[in-house]
């Protein structure tokens, strides 16, 4: 009697929520059960496609169909879709039924809302207020299945319309259930991460303070996602948020001690993933900001974690082969993981402190990392490794660490490159000048055999740390030429560049007797190596550095080599070098030359003469300067006199530290911050495309580096180079970013140095280029003032969020911005920019637009600000990157209808062709059609002809339909790309039904795709 009486109370509440049985939808069982008997894909095929025509059929009769017959269908689609089927239909009944009052149907149609439409989709829009008055449910469940569904979609539809309604549901009603408030949180969480600009830390600071107060675990999980999300984005300073620490700090210290109910435990773990997130989030947080109450709390939390015992896998003995892994092995190694990931994230908190932790709980977490090191487990030698690294930026901590130097070293050999990575790291933290032969020589053997992916860190780190700590700079010349041997490949212009400065010396360096010794033993090292190799081939990095250091100071080797020695050396590899190579060679035999008048000149002017009617045009033209200024002999000497010294700002800014990335002790990054990182693989930052080319012969002057006129010839000096960076002034007044490759930058735009302005490697132009085809990314960078920009377009609108940000150490003042008005396109600020950023500081400028009619250059975007008090205005004039194809919408299209449309517009003004070569295989084209221009590919379209067509939109009529004033104007774009394999050409045909539209986006198109021909 007991069991029918539960029964009947569960078939009851069953009603009350509106549940049915499942034995209620036969039809649904049938359908499954058909499925699953299919005995091949063919049947299969033929049984969905039978039944989602019928319910093609159903959902299109004009008859009324009832709510249960609905969520029947739409099950039934559900279950099509989610064996791989397409399911394009059935979208509003599915809307339909998130406005039913029954559990069951409103449960079919949002997880119908969720799986089927992405979230761009238009539909969304209906399901807004089904939506919202469900979140305003007295019922629970009616509120927690449409939170679900915005936590499931996310997407700019929901962000701009329920981002406020579920923040003032949690912010106004304390009355809400923690089930409730758990999922306004990871709502929240989700709608923030698209769109963080509505958020204000003045109402949310203390309500996160009392959600943080809260007992419920779940809750406290999603706050904490919520809090980490917010801090993540790095859109508000951290400063705002500091209310919230004691808070935190108070909710770990209950878990750590225990206060946790038992079925949030893992393997006897309290709450694992909400203790790693407590512990980041106070990673976020300068050590200022804790007050002496707050520190002495989180440094008995930190010291309770470290001394907790934590298990390990078993391993089997040694001689015994590995069994199935048990139940209990199992367990113990996910407690296992559960209580490193805790011990991990609480050694990095440990790290932010710095000297501001206890000097007791450092040195435990020292010896915890060395067994960490040791373990069986890669994973965990993986993070011990990467967290002793971060430690070892703390000098005090060295001498703990000293001990594990033999036992890193040994992880150089490992099998996983990741892990020798982190090794690398460890010992490069670690290296001192007590210490760095043995480190040094380890590497050096290491790198002979190295696979490509760790060469160049390796090299860029030796060439630091030889030069860092070597006792004299004979040493550090010994080791470059040691890499250049067992690893020429990867031996970059950029270390080639610095033995050069190092060897020419600085202005307060070395003294003359010392630097004297110095060049004399760098130049007869690179004499034995260009000698010593007979008739082999000679890598051509080693040609160049050895050339330039036999033309500068050859004569400084020993009397016993004679000049003409010298110039043999030299010149026997003219003839297989590159370009730069043989530039360098030229100079250097002009140098010997210049020395040695009477016995070379019957070789060398042979040479000069010679290369006057070189192929490569700039041979030519320092051929002809060298041989007019051999007419005074005087003139010649002061052009070609050895090289003056490098000012001490050189010295101090090694170019190859700037190549490393992450040089923080700090785990605690932001989203941007991470993205850019994992831009390059490793452990090294890559450079632009053109950081090996010489800069322009005005550039030296500019940079105040004292350079003599020397470095006009050829190119060879590395003077200035990319691996030389600015020694003067920040440039007032960056290059302007313009439209097409031709028309934007300056002539300092186009040297390989990025200058201010330019990421590294990357110029203001660069940058441009990439945001007119990329939806984020990087505008301006310097070291007083980055810009970051994201976009995004609906139409003919649009939205700029500008983050300006602060990376120096100074603050910056009086930043002013002016957008000018143009003809073509209505642009307004939606809030004031920033007038003073102090050091890491950001803020944000909103820019809204709407295009009013076709255009070709964008809008400008003009800013100006002071990187000291006092100081003169920095101008930067920008271009917005909102070009044409920013306002274009895809538009699908089959073949046949695209042929027939496309041949009905050709002829001018509405047809434009381009031809030239390729820039891109045309594998890559449905990327730029699809991605960068915002079209739909045509299906068919091939490697050797690929279609697209679109929409482009502007918010005034008159273009075409003046019939219809105040309309949105559309106009039809179709794109035809065809490449000839042979000749590798390409020829772009663009046709609109608007000549000024096919202008502009013919011109987009040919600066990504094409190279004109002449």
Known sequence: MAMKGMAAAARSAQEKLGFEAPSHMKGLQVFIADIRNCPNKEQEEKRVEKELSKIRVKFTQTKAISGYDKKKYVWKLLYAYMLGYEVDFGHFQAVELCSSSKFSEKTAGYLAISLLLADNNEILRLVVNSIKHDMGSNMEHHAALALNTVANIGGVEFADNLFGDISRMLLQNNALSAYIKRKACICLLRLYRRDNDTLQPDLWKPKLVQLFQDRDVGLLTSASGFMLGILEAGTHPIAEWGGVVPAVGQCLQNLVQGECPEHYEYYHVPAPWLQTKLLRILQFFPVAMFTPDVLNRINGILHSILSKPTAQRAQPAAGTTMKKRCKADAERQNRSNAEHAILFEAMNLMIELGDRCDPDTLRSSAGLLGTFISSTDPNIRYLGLETMARLAIMQTMHEHLERYKNLILEKMHEPDISIRRQALNLLYALCTPENWQQIVDELLEILSHSDLLLQEELVLKIAILAERNAPNFGWYVDVVFRMLESAPDSVSDEVWYRVVQVVTGFEEGLPEQEKTKLQSHAAGKAFQNLTRQGSAVVHDTLVKLGSYLIGEFGHLLPQNIPAKAKFDCVFKHYNRGGAQSKAIIMLACAKLLNANPDTLKPAVLPLLEDLQEAHDVELQQRSCELLQMMRDEDFLDHVLFTMPAYAESVQQNNPLVQRLKFQTKSRAHTRAQLEEAAKSEGGVLKTGARGGRSPRSGEDSARGDGASPTNNFGGASPRGQSGSPPTGQPQRGP????????????????????????????????????????????????????????????????????????????????????????????????????????????????????????????????????????????????????????????????????????????????????????????????????????????????????????????????????????????????????????????????????????????????????????
């Open 735 to 1014: 290059p302007q970013a313009s439209y097409s490759a031709s028309e934007s930058g300056s002539e300092e735009d186009n040297s390989p140095a990025a200058g201010p302005g330019g990421a590294e490697g990357q110029g203001p132009r660069d940058l441009w280029t990439q945001l007119c085809i990329m939806p984020q990314g990087r505008l301006y960078t310097s070291p007083t003032l980055n810009l970051d920009l994201k976009q995004e377009y609906n139409l003919s609108t649009g939205r700029l969020t500008i983050m300006f940000n602060n990376p120096g150490k100074d603050p910056i003042g009086n930043i002013r911005v002016h957008l000018p008005e143009v003809p073509f396109m209505r642009l307004q600020a939606a809030n004031e920019p920033p007038q003073s950023l102090g050091p890491g500081q950001q803020a944000a400028h909103f820019v809204q637009m709407t295009c009013l009619r076709p255009f070709l250059q964008p809008a400008k975007y003009l800013v100006e600000y002071c990187d000291r008090p006092g100081g003169q205005p920095i101008q930067l004039p920008f271009m917005l990157p909102s070009v044409l194809t920013k306002f274009i919408t895809p538009a699908e299209m089959q073949m046949a209808a695209f042929r027939q449309y496309f041949e009905s517009m050709a002829g001018a003004p509405r047809d434009s062709t381009t031809t030239g070569v390729a820039k891109v295989p045309p594998t890559q084209w449905p990327n730029y059609l699809t991605k960068a221009f915002n079209m739909h590919l045509v299906e068919g379209s091939n490697p050797s002809c690929a279609m697209a067509c679109g929409t482009f939109n502007a918010g005034e009529a008159g273009t075409a339909d003046p019939s219809k004033p105040g309309a949105m104007t559309t106009v039809p774009c179709m794109v035809r790309l065809e490449y000839n394999e042979a000749q590798n050409m390409i020829r772009i045909t663009t046709r609109t039904q608007h000549g000024e539209v096919t202008q502009s986006l013919a011109q987009i198109i040919a600066t990504y795709l094409a190279v004109p021909a002449p």
